[in-house]
């Protein structure tokens, strides 16, 4: 019988416990699909103790003695965050490994680096489970996408969060009492504040715009808000203009007389219900490429959740072992654009705004006034009296994010505004 590839698996946690479970029922396929079949050399955890479903002749503590072991072809890296996981992955390559792993955090941080070892070992690194979960995304764009021009991503790329916003729109549920079922659920990072406040998301946009791309962008270039600053009120706004909020990563080609730039963002914002990414809910993920020979390109699926991100990484692992398998590395993937970063402050966006306002003669106009003294045009404007006092609901046209912040710090200073009671920016109205 032809020898086994041998696989490492870093971590035993949501993702590792799934992968483990699915290469034990799928060992005949994945052996037929490969030419060779694939097997469990070893399972680094932190506590063994807490590990009775995995064999305890595979368990151990020493991840680093596990990677470098003689009878190791394979490593999984499932455990996520920066360190130890980096040596690890470097350890792996440099021992001419390939690497499969699931942690967008290390890849949007160090992925230039990480590629460059990859391609130096002559080894894989792939991490489709990284990016929106189950959804088959990395790969299109670094391979069947290769031949055309990306202009522009637009997605819903953090389950968590989607899961949290779309419980609060549809069930009225509280922030916490979401964000605990996430995590019961296994959507949410091990420090469910990567998820809240954006880093997560940023961190796949990051992935995507540097694949989309071809250009090497960090998660450091991304402009993140997270949202825990969206509350009911947003959320009432936002359906009172038929929207609902979500939050997007977004990251565009942007062409400039001095060249082009990208810019890559991820912040709450209120899309119209008839949008496609508003009817994306719980922990499901949907993203947007715009290509200029392919037209508009739409991949949906399950973002999170162990089973889900265990297929992306199983996928991986069949593209690994059959390169491995016909003795070559696929090709990684290539930065070579060297595209500046375009500040938030520069991109022009639209914002929803909504006031407390004294219900005086001029009130409007002084409202008006400070939105045309910034140079911002505005769009709709509602007006709802109660005693002596009115609210007063804008959408603005589009301008450049400095405008519309700074009209809100100016408006936040009119003694006849009582309260900035909701701002959100506002994505996909014609
Ligand atoms: N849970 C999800 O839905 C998704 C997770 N991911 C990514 O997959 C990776 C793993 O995520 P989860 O499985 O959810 O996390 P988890 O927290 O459930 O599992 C991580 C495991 O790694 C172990 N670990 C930590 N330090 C270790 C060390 N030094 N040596 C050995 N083991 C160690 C932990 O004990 C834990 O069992 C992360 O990079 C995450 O961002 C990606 C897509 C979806
Ligand atoms: N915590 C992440 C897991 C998948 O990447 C999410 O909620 O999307
Ligand atoms: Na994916």
Do not use: W
């Not at 590839?5 to 060992?27: K, P």
């Not at 949410?188 to 715009?209: C, M, N, Q, R, S």
């Not at 006034?369 to 009115?390: L, M, N, P």
């Amino acid at each position: 019988m032809t020898a086994p590839l041998r696989v490492a698996l870093l971590g035993c946690g949501t993702v590792g416990g799934a992968v483990l479970r699915l290469l034990d029922e799928q060992a005949g396929d994945l052996t037929a699909r490969i030419g060779r079949p694939v097997q469990v050399a070893g399972v680094a955890v932190r506590r063994p103790d807490r590990h009775p479903e995995v064999p305890a002749d595979l368990l151990t503590t020493d991840a680093l003695g596990l990677v470098a072991r003689d009878d190791v072809d394979l490593v999984v890296e499932v455990i996520g965050g920066i360190e130890p996981a980096r040596s690890l992955i470097l350890a792996a390559v440099e021992a001419g490994k390939s690497v499969v792993s699931a942690n967008k955090a290390l890849l949007a941080e160090d992925g230039v680096a990480l590629h460059a070892a990859a391609a130096k070992a002559g080894v894989d690194l792939y991490y489709e489970a990284s990016v929106a979960g189950a959804i088959p995304l990395l790969r299109p764009l670094r391979e069947s996408l290769a031949g055309d021009q990306i202009r522009r991503v637009v997605g819903i790329v953090n389950g968590t969060t989607n899961y949290i916003l779309s419980r609060m729109a549809e069930t009225g549920a509280g922030f916490s009492e979401a964000l605990a079922e996430a995590t019961e659920l296994g959507y949410a990072e091990a420090d469910p504040t990567a998820d809240v406040d954006g880093f997560d998301a940023a961190a796949k946009a990051a992935i995507l715009a540097s694949l989309s791309f071809h250009t090497a962008v960090t998660a450091a270039d991304v402009h993140r808000e997270g949202i825990s600053a969206v509350s009911a009120t947003d959320v009432a706004r936002a359906a009172e203009i038929g929207c609902t909020v979500k939050l997007l990563a977004i990251c565009e080609r942007v062409a400039g007389e001095d060249g082009d730039t990208v810019a890559v963002r991820v912040h709450p914002a209120m899309i119209p219900t008839s949008h496609p990414l508003a009817a994306v809910g719980g922990a499901f993920n949907a993203v947007f490429v715009e290509a200029e020979a392919a037209g508009q390109l739409m991949f949906y699926g399950q973002g999170a959740g162990g089973e889900p991100t265990a297929s992306a990484v199983l996928g991986d692992l069949v593209a690994v072992a059959r390169n491995r398998v016909a003795g070559a590395a696929g090709a990684g993937p290539t930065a070579y654009a060297d595209l500046p970063a375009r500040p938030i402050a520069e991109t022009p966006t639209r914002y929803h705004v909504s006031l407390d306002v004294a219900d005086v003669p001029g009130v409007l106009a002084t409202v008006a006034t400070a939105f045309a003294e910034h140079g911002v045009s505005i769009a709709t404007v509602r007006q709802d009296g109660h005693g002596d006092a009115a609210t007063l609901v804008i959408v603005t046209h589009s301008a450049p994010d400095a405008a519309l912040s700074s009209t809100i710090a100016a408006l936040r200073e009119l003694p006849a505004v009582r309260g900035v009671t909701s701002v959100l920016r506002v994505e996909g109205l014609s």
